[in-house]
């Protein structure tokens, strides 16, 4: 399990070399960086996988600690 989000994270962190072609140079405030990041299919694309991760790592950490709840009952009884 850990190893499963250890290699999501550094996935993720390691989208920034997959990046669109061309510099974010024009980018010269919060707005236009904003107008940029939602505007561009390639950053909404980054978006939705990102939180797709996040939702698929937190159901899947949630389901090991029920799993692992679970086990500690049953060997209780
Ligand atoms: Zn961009």
Not at 43 to 49: E, S, T
């Amino acid at each position: 399990m850990k190893q499963l989000v250890m290699t999501s994270l550094l996935a993720v962190a390691s989208t920034p070399a997959l990046a669109h072609p061309g510099e974010h140079d024009h980018l010269t405030g919060l707005e236009s960086a904003g107008d940029h990041l939602l505007g561009s299919p390639f950053h909404q694309l980054m978006f939705v996988a990102a939180i797709g991760g996040l939702v698929l790592i937190f159901s899947l950490v949630r389901q090991a600690r029920k799993a692992k709840k679970q086990q500690a009952a049953d060997r209780a009884s």
